[in-house]
């Protein structure tokens, strides 16, 4: 169960990322299991972990609701086990602040019988490397 040949767990987590780029929150729920677990970075202020598809649209929503605009590029994809790792370079301007920042985050995608089933998200590569060999 779970097991997946490497381009099908990839696959998932491009297309993710496409839909998430063109704000399609629909499409994006189509990659998710219902029981998604999204857990925000660990070193950031306030970080939540969110529940199922709905908790994935509140964290969408409430990122949108701080940036203005954020824009996210593939940078590399790595695949370890029923996980991907997704380095992403990610730039945003404050709503309003419109101060722009940009950063490089290496996430921790969970794939399970073709849907995703929990996101990582880190700021720091070893500490997601460390999640995805856990």
Same mark, same amino acid.
């Given at each position: ?5 490497s381009?099908e767990?990839?696959?998932v987590?491009?297309t ?6 063109? #704000? #399609?929150? #629909?499409?994006?729920?189509?990659t998710? #299991?219902?029981?998604?677990?999204l ?7 306030? &970080?939540?972990i969110y529940?199922g598809?709905?908790g994935?649209?509140?964290?969408v &929503?409430n ?7 954020m824009?996210?590029?593939i ?9 991907v790792?997704?380095?992403?370079d990610?730039?945003?301007?404050g709503?309003?602040s419109?101060l722009e920042m ?13 849907r995703?089933?929990?996101i990582q998200?880190?700021t720091?590569r070893? &500490?997601?490397?460390? &999640?995805a060999r856990?």
């Amino acid at each position: 169960m779970g097991e997946r040949v490497s381009s099908e767990n990839i696959a998932v987590v491009r297309t993710f990322v496409e839909a998430f780029r063109r #704000d #399609d929150l #629909d499409a994006v729920a189509e990659t998710l #299991d219902s029981k998604v677990e999204l857990a925000e970075w660990p070193d950031g202020p306030e &970080a939540r972990i969110y529940h199922g598809r709905d908790g994935v649209r509140e964290a969408v &929503a409430n990122w949108r609701e701080s940036w203005e605009r954020m824009e996210v590029e593939i940078a590399e994809l790595t695949e370890v086990g029923d996980r991907v790792l997704v380095t992403l370079d990610q730039r945003f301007t404050g709503k309003e602040s419109g101060l722009e920042m940009a950063i490089t985050s290496t996430n921790v995608f969970t794939v399970r019988d073709s849907r995703i089933s929990r996101i990582q998200l880190f700021t720091n590569r070893d &500490a997601a490397l460390a &999640a995805a060999r856990a």
